[in-house]
């Protein structure tokens, strides 16, 4: 199986700042490349497909990029809402895996 | 806009089998272009894939779940279940139904994975 990791595991930001969350892959997985978020007690959201397609309805503060191994999400100009658990997912082959999560707090 | 609800039975003895529904809703589950997907949480918060389904057939499970699952899609109710046999206390977990998009992009397939729904706690406990 394909082992995605994340790092940090946890970070805190401020209203108003930019964040970058990263996602390793064992493998080579080209752009085969998901992000999601996640709020407590909330079903994961689709953010970002294809490492740095955003999902219809997305608002373009989130952002990502990257191909091959490593990959990155940025988010600008946070908010409240922002808020949350983000996972990474590869779909290059199977079984598709996500990576163990990056919790943002509020500074 | 697509919804996805999943319904079943909450708690599960071990060595049963665990049967789950997601019903489809503002969408037809016979589209092409879509997988049908369920994925698990478990408690310590990792997600986990457990397979998905296309409507010609095509399936396609984790292997981690050693044969166990098995998902069908209901196109007269317009919706898709999981059975996954002999559970134990590990499957424990919060399953949710995915529906996955399919599309071309610079000459590859992509996958996205969209709507979810809300989610339903499963506890195996004798």
């Known amino acids: 199986d394909i082992q995605m990791t994340q790092s940090p595991s946890s970070l805190s930001a401020s209203v108003g700042g930019r964040v970058t969350i990263t996602c390793r892959a064992s493998?080579?997985?080209?752009?085969?490349l998901a992000w999601f978020q996640q709020k407590p007690g909330k079903a994961p959201k689709s953010l970002i497909y294809?490492?740095?397609s955003l999902q219809s309805g997305v608002p373009s503060k989130f952002s990502g990029s990257g191909s091959g191994t490593d990959f990155t999400l940025t988010i600008s100009s946070l908010q409240p809402e922002d808020f949350a658990t983000y996972y990474c997912q590869q779909y290059k082959s199977y079984p598709f895996t996500f990576g163990q999560g990056t919790r943002l707090e509020i500074k | 806009q697509v919804q996805l609800q999943e319904s079943g039975p909450g708690l599960v003895k071990p060595s049963q089998t665990l049967s789950l529904i997601c019903t489809v809703s503002?969408?037809?589950?016979?589209?092409?272009?879509?997988?049908w997907s369920w994925i698990r949480q478990h408690p310590g918060g990792g997600l986990e894939w457990i397979g998905y389904k296309y409507n010609s057939g095509a399936t396609y499970y984790n292997p981690s779940l050693k044969s166990r699952a098995t998902i069908s899609l209901d196109t007269s109710k317009n919706q898709f279940s999981l059975n996954l046999s002999s559970v134990t206390v590990a499957d424990t977990a919060v399953y949710y139904c995915?529906?996955?998009?399919?599309?071309?992009?610079?000459?590859?397939?992509?996958?996205?994975?969209?709507?979810w729904g809300q989610g339903t706690p499963v506890t195996v406990s004798s």
């Open positions: 294809a490492a740095s």
């Open positions: 995915a529906r996955v998009g399919t599309g071309r992009l610079e000459a590859t397939i992509h996958h996205w994975f969209d709507p």
């Open positions: 493998q080579d997985i080209s752009s085969f």
């Open positions: 503002g969408g037809s589950i016979s589209s092409g272009g879509y997988y």
